[in-house]
């Protein structure tokens, strides 16, 4: 549920904003009754909020009546300055990258205790890849994730490691086996994983740097890391260093 949008005194914009919250990466496209239901909403002023929301441009629908989110809603989010700044800086090396390995790479951001992508090329090489540019992942199962966690505040990862949940065979579920490799990464200067996301998939990612703090992540996904691990690294560092300094 999005909140408690029926309370008395909740404004048009807090109902409107509810509708929008509704929405997320297992709720892409909803009817309107599952709208209200979601936002805690009735369905008369639901329908109402919506049409408005349509016209306006933030919300669109599928044939078969469905809301989705609309165009303006993406526009409006590329003006974000984590968007702006960081997308912008990185795109050249992001091809850059992308042409040295053929794999697909990835840019992405942490918000709480999940990752975010900004970004992302797709390789020609046949790997399953579930990420989506704005789309939301676990922090642990991803190697950008992975990255991200290591540099979190340790109220971040106690969250993380107390809700680990098996995704794939391979998906690390003890915390101190998380652990002991968010402490590699630290010592290493980069993260990896293997299938612990997607089956047929494994990745290397390695920290953006702001000066002295960790902004974001730069990855690759591969069908496997056995002997090109190093040469990864070395391409991704590479990359890395020179966003971070343009930052």
């Known amino acids: 549920m999005a909140g408690n949008s029926r309370q008395a005194g909740a404004s048009v914009t807090s109902r409107a904003l509810a509708i929008l919250s509704a929405f997320d990466e297992q709720h892409r496209a909803m009817s309107l009754s599952d709208i209200a239901a979601r936002a805690d909403l009735p369905l008369a002023t639901t329908h109402r909020l919506l049409g408005e929301l349509f016209r306006w441009g933030a919300l669109d ?46 840019l992405a951001v942490r918000d709480g205790a999940e ?8 390789g020609n090489q046949s790997v399953p890849v579930v990420s989506k540019v704005g789309g939301r992942l676990p922090l642990y199962t991803t190697g950008v994730g992975k990255v991200l966690l290591a ?5 971040v990862q106690d969250t993380v490691l107390a809700g680990l949940t098996r995704i794939t065979p391979y998906t690390i579920t003890q915390p101190g086996s998380l652990r002991r490799q968010l402490r590699q990464v630290l010592d290493k200067g980069y993260a990896t994983t293997r299938e612990e996301m997607t089956l047929g998939a494994c990745s290397i990612a390695v920290p953006i740097h702001q000066r002295d703090r960790v902004v974001a992540s730069l990855g690759l996904v591969v069908p496997t890391l056995k002997g090109s691990e190093q040469r990864l690294y070395g391409a991704l560092r590479v990359a890395a260093q020179s966003i971070g300094r343009r930052l």
Not at 71 to 96: S, Y
Not at 115 to 122: G, H
């Open 61 to 106: 629908r599928l044939p078969s009546g469905d809301y989705v989110i609309g165009r303006k809603i993406w526009d409006i989010g590329h003006l974000a300055p984590a968007e702006t700044g960081l997308r912008q800086v990185a795109e050249p090396f992001l091809h850059d990258l992308y042409g040295a390995t053929l794999a697909t790479v990835h």
């Open 151 to 155: 540099y979190a505040p340790s109220e």
């Open 115 to 122: 990752v975010i992508y900004l970004d992302r090329l797709r």
